[in-house]
Each structure stands twice: as C-alpha cells, then as structure tokens.
C-alpha cells in the first residue's frame, strides 16, 4: 500500500521560515519525481516546486528564491524548506510522487496546512 504522509505544517508569522516533509512508503522513492502542490480556498491547486530523480528541481515562480525542495532517498523523505513566507503561501500543501514514464501514475498525500498570518 502506497502511502505519503506529510508533516510539518502549521501557523507562521510573516516572514518566517517553515519545513514540510513528506515521508513515503510503498514505492521505490528512488525513481520517482517528487513535488509539493497547494491549494488555497476558492483556488486551483498548483505546482510549489518538483525534483526529479536525477535532482534535477522546477519553481513555481511566485517561490523562487524562497523555497527549496530537497530528497533523502535513503530516508524515502521530500523536504519543502520555505523561507520568508508571505500571507499568499497559505494553503494546504501535497505532496505528489509521479512516475513519469509508462505506465504513467502518481499518488498524492493527505496534505498539510499551512497558514501565514500575524
């Protein structure tokens, strides 16, 4: 049974700095290309950043230069470092592991909350 389950979300100031994990089970991590989506009230939910299995990383552009996703393949874990958080960045985050060549698939976690405010 495939399982992602994130951990790490909550209330931060303005400013502040937070780390999301996503620790996986049931797949070979190893291959996949992990990401982080968000979803705000009312809105799509939206790629945050990826890294493949080569560690090779894409940015929304509204977070580049202020998040940086990371993976531990021996841990099977996707980290989300986000620094300098803004009220804009609060959402409810997923992570998403894709197997990006045939046959296609991918699995998503429960998600996390994550709220910017004063």
């Known amino acids: 049974q495939v399982q992602l389950v994130e951990s790490g979300g909550g209330l931060v100031q303005p400013g502040g700095s937070q780390r999301l994990s996503c620790a996986a089970s049931?797949?070979?991590?190893?291959?996949?290309?992990m990401g982080w989506y968000r979803q705000a009230p009312g809105k799509e939910r939206e790629l945050v950043a990826q890294?493949?299995?080569?560690?090779?990383?894409n940015y929304a552009n509204s977070v580049k230069g202020r998040f940086t996703i990371s993976r531990d393949n021996a841990k099977n874990t996707v980290f989300l470092q986000m620094n300098s958080l803004k009220p804009e960045d609060t959402a409810f985050y997923y992570c998403?592991?894709?197997?990006?060549?045939?046959?296609?698939?991918?699995?998503w976690g429960q998600g996390t909350q994550v709220t910017v405010s004063s």
């Open positions: 049931g797949i070979i991590f190893s291959i996949y290309t």
């Open positions: 890294i493949t299995n080569t560690g090779r990383t």
């Open positions: 998403n592991a894709l197997f990006d060549v045939e046959p296609r698939h991918d699995y």
